[in-house]
């Protein structure tokens, strides 16, 4: 009896561990382009239309638009590191906020990606100072 109690736990807690970790997982591409201040395959990840705050721009913009807005930000600003500080989410939303340290200061980043028949979306961005 307490054999099986002792195996019930450590399925659940498997089961509970691996759904844990399993979730939130933000591409390391998403990350990289972050970190290097590539807004090209930043943009690559942006839904048709996303809501983006950058410093003092706050909208909905097409994509191309935004992709302008987060190039014309890297250019005054390059980035040297982007880490991840927190992440959360279900399986096909997932929320992250991160540091972002350029030549200019420290920026407070934080996103909402959607998967997209099995692609992660970015549908907000947001840019701000830390």
């Known amino acids: ?5 002792i195996k019930v ?14 979730v939130a997982q933000i591409s ?3 990350v990289t382009s972050l970190k290097t201040g590539n807004a090209s395959v930043l ?10 705050f950058v ?4 909208d909905v913009y097409s994509r191309a ?5 987060v190039s014309n930000f890297f250019d005054q ?27 200019k200061g420290v920026y407070r980043v934080s996103f909402l990606v959607k998967n997209d028949s099995g692609k992660p979306v970015i549908h907000q961005l ?5």
């Open 77 to 103: 600003n390059k980035a040297s590191d982007f880490s991840i500080i927190h992440q959360s989410g279900k399986a096909d939303t997932k929320y992250a906020i991160g540091k972002l340290t350029t030549n």
């Open 1 to 5: 009896m307490k054999r099986n109690l």
């Open 65 to 69: 638009q935004a992709q302008q807005i």
């Open 55 to 58: 410093l003092d721009q706050d």
């Open 126 to 130: 947001r840019i701000e100072k830390q």
């Open 28 to 30: 390391d591409e998403l």
């Open 9 to 22: 736990t450590l399925v659940t807690l498997a089961f509970v561990l691996s759904g844990l970790l399993g």
């Open 43 to 52: 943009s690559s990840y942006f839904n048709q239309n996303i809501e983006l």
